[in-house]
């Protein structure tokens, strides 16, 4: 047996290295190592030898088994080798010629912007919370302090979804804010609480070059002991600084929104003029930014948390005006129409 496989190896050594091909080497591959081959059942039968004979022939043929694997791998090396060499000598192949180019998508300009608030929250504590686009009555208006017959019901105008009632959370709509994640975060992970909650919103209105009826805002909140408005200004602060990479200044005023008392509207130092007055922010040096104030006691008792030993702030940004202001586009209807022309300037 041991001279039949040292033949053998001698055979398959020889026609290895003879092989001109890599499909010829394969062939060979087929014919001796496959599931027929001739060392494949040379090898099957080591099992019927005598139990003297057994561990010596069988190491033997490990070792021819060891040498062809070798000899297979370093000829399909040279092989590749000559190959390339060949077709690069190949009077049809011209290496100057560019290659295929491999077109990169990239993320949307919304979601690249997204991802820097996002870095930033995060790098100041924030949890970013994901919510539902789709939501209850109770979570968009009742838990906010906005009652079905309050007024400022009217601020929003709402999608109903139609066939859907249940006597608690009333009518499913969907969300006209990102502030329903206020109470389901705070009914969720309780007090003390730092989240953002990147996502999109649903208003029933006409378009036009500053309105659709969707758009992404980011809603902000804080609960924690001793909290006052003076942090809300310098988180703001320090999160505008740092998205826009230069210092900006942030200034509040008196706003109206049912589920935070008081109120507040937050402006931005205008980004093209460094606040000195020009067009853009019609010689105010400000820009309107976004709406904020002291979560409401009912807010906070909503999530069943105790206002009289927590306190907290909530805000709420378009995430879509801030990547307008950002790259400076003039028309909020492009940023959702999936124009190529225009999505791949960013
Ligand atoms: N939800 C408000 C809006 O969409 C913004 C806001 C959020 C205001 C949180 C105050 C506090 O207009």
Not at 3 to 16: F, G, K, T, V
Not at 18 to 41: F, P, V
Not at 144 to 150: K, Q, S, V
Not at 276 to 298: I, L, Q, S, Y
């Amino acid at each position: 047996m041991k001279s039949l496989l040292e033949q053998l190896r001698a055979r398959i050594i020889q026609e290895i290295e003879s092989a001109k091909t890599q499909d010829e080497l394969k062939n060979i591959e087929i014919k001796y190592l496959g599931r027929n081959g001739e060392l494949t059942i040379m090898l099957k039968g080591l099992k019927d030898l005598s139990a003297e004979e057994k561990p010596v022939i069988g190491k033997f043929a490990n070792e021819v088994k060891i040498d062809i694997d070798k000899t297979f791998k370093g000829r399909a090396e040279v092989l590749e080798e000559e190959n390339l060499a060949k077709a690069c000598s190949n009077d049809d192949f011209d290496t100057t010629m560019p290659g295929t180019k491999f077109k990169m998508g990239h993320l949307h300009p919304l979601f690249q912007v997204q991802r820097d608030v996002e870095r930033i929250f995060g790098q100041m504590g924030f949890a970013v919370i994901d919510g539902l686009e789709m939501d209850s009555e109770y979570y968009n208006f009742e838990s906010l302090n906005i009652p079905e017959t309050h007024p400022a019901r009217d601020m929003q105008d709402t999608f109903f979804i139609k066939d859907k009632y249940h006597d608690f959370h009333k009518r499913m709509v969907m969300r006209t804010h990102t502030s329903p994640l206020q109470v389901r975060s705070m009914e969720k992970y309780g007090a003390p609480l730092r989240i953002i909650v990147p996502g999109r919103v649903f208003r029933y209105e006409a378009t036009d070059a500053s309105h659709d009826a969707t758009f992404n805002q980011v809603e902000g909140m804080l609960i924690d002991k001793n909290i006052s408005l003076a942090h809300l200004k310098g988180v703001m602060t320090e999160f505008l600084t740092r998205l826009f990479g230069k210092p900006v200044k942030v200034r509040f005023r008196p706003g109206y929104f049912p589920f935070v008392e008081p109120g507040i509207e937050l402006d931005l130092s205008c980004l093209l003029c460094d606040a000195k007055g020009c067009r853009v922010c019609k010689h105010t040096g400000w820009m309107e930014f976004m709406g904020a104030g002291m979560t409401h006691p009912n807010v906070l008792r909503a999530g069943g948390i105790d206002p009289n030993i927590y306190q907290g702030w909530a805000f709420g940004f378009g995430l879509t005006r801030l990547t307008m202001m950002k790259y400076n586009i003039d028309d909020i209807r492009l940023l959702m129409s999936g124009n190529l022309k225009f999505l791949n300037q960013f």
